[in-house]
């Protein structure tokens, strides 16, 4: 389930994805997200970023490799650029790590979280079993990518029925 709304009604939902590096898994997730809830016509209730706990690609436009998986599905990864995760995050309704390590990382690098405001971003992935992560593709080959895009699809597509009943 998403968490409970903020109080102030009228203002957006504010959700942001966070993986390492921000050039792979959390922006993928940043623009199908963004695709799918501008489809369902909630565009105006949501407001979606992603950042990376790591700082090493900051600024950067995406990893090629994802974006040419982004761009074959008729996605548009242009306007991403790098940012890293920080306390300033704190003020996120909700928080979805790809893996264990970023949301280890997560909780180090801003203390005030609250419990309930972050999870693992595949908690909503139908198919996934509990505690699943998104693999890191980075290292690896184009088939990693085309993975990520399925379960990132996958994932969304839940997501987006969840911001419905919940929003
Ligand atoms: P991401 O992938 O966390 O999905 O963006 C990575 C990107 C860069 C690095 C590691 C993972 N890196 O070590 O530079």
Redo the contacts with the bound molecule.
Sequence with gaps: MIPALPPAAGTPYRLAFV??????????AHVVLEEMVNRAGLAARVAISSA?T?D??LGEPM?PR?AAQLVGSSYDPSAHR?RQFGPEFCDQDLLLA?DHA?LRDMRAMAPGLRKDQVRLFRDFDPLAEPDAE?P????GGEKGFVE?LHVVERTCRSLVTALEAAL
Excluded: E, Q
């Design positions: 993986c390492l590096g921000n050039i792979c898994r959390s922006p993928m990376g790591g090493w690609h990893d994802a790098a790809m970023n998104v890191d593709p980075y290292a990520v």
